[in-house]
């Protein structure tokens, strides 16, 4: 089993929708957990941080972490054509300065 | 603030050759971080460093694969006699440290090798 599972998709959705992103996780010492959007060819972009459990928003974007169920969300609101793209659940644990660990990334299409 | 940056960009090579790479990261960030990322697959940590320190490699990283931070500022990731399997996407990243985690990434530098 890996440390971090994310389903790879794709994911289709029309313009508009309320995208749900997920991601599971076996390691219980993960503390800090990251959101990151990949365009096609492009490093990855941070797009939330959180730490612990919780509720984050920034804009169009809420993530949630739920440590006892070892499961985050990345929710997006009112999804854009230009949100098509790979996204990736990323998590580290101990001091937050450990290397991350990421998921496989979940391909996203917004359908104009 | 410019962002992390890579050089190059693309490098096509033959196998048994050697590459390097250049990163720069975040002006002031004092760690910096490698990362492969293969088709499909997620960013997979290869070392990271603290100022000039290397702190930590992973098993990913084979003796052909060195990496430097001299004076803590730019690294250089170093790959000697190249094989087929080591064509992938090869990232940087920086962070403030301090208890700053976030992490930033460059463009990278994808590797082809023939």
């Known amino acids: 089993q890996k440390e971090v599972e994310q389903d790879p998709g794709p994911l289709s959705v029309p313009e508009g929708a309320i995208v749900s992103l997920n991601c599971t996780y076996s390691?219980?010492?993960?503390?800090?957990f990251m959101w990151y959007r990949q365009y096609s060819r492009k490093g990855p972009e941070l797009l939330m941080y959180?730490?612990?459990?919780g509720n984050k928003e920034d804009g169009r974007f809420t993530a949630q972490v739920d440590k006892s169920s070892k499961y985050i969300s990345l929710f997006i609101r009112d999804s854009q054509p230009s949100d098509s793209a790979t996204y990736l659940c990323a998590m580290s644990g101990g001091s937050g300065n450990t290397p991350l660990v990421f998921g496989k990334g979940t391909r996203l299409s917004v359908i104009a | 603030d410019t962002g992390v940056s890579q050089d190059p960009r693309h490098k096509i090579t033959k196998r048994g050759q050697n590459v390097t790479f250049r990163c720069d990261p975040i002006?002031?960030?004092?760690?910096l971080y490698w990362y492969r990322q293969t088709l499909g697959q997620g960013p997979e940590f290869l070392t990271y460093f603290q100022n000039e320190a290397q702190l930590e490699k992973s098993r990913l990283l084979s003796d052909r694969f060195s990496a430097e931070r001299p004076k803590g500022s730019f690294s250089t990731l170093e790959i000697q006699r190249t094989e087929q399997g080591d064509s992938a996407m090869y990232l940087c990243a920086s962070s403030l440290g301090w208890g700053n985690y976030e992490q930033y990434f460059g463009p990278g530098t994808r590797l082809t090798v023939t």
């Open positions: 002006s002031e960030h004092n760690r």
């Open positions: 959180t730490y612990s459990s």
């Open positions: 390691n219980s010492a993960f503390q800090y």
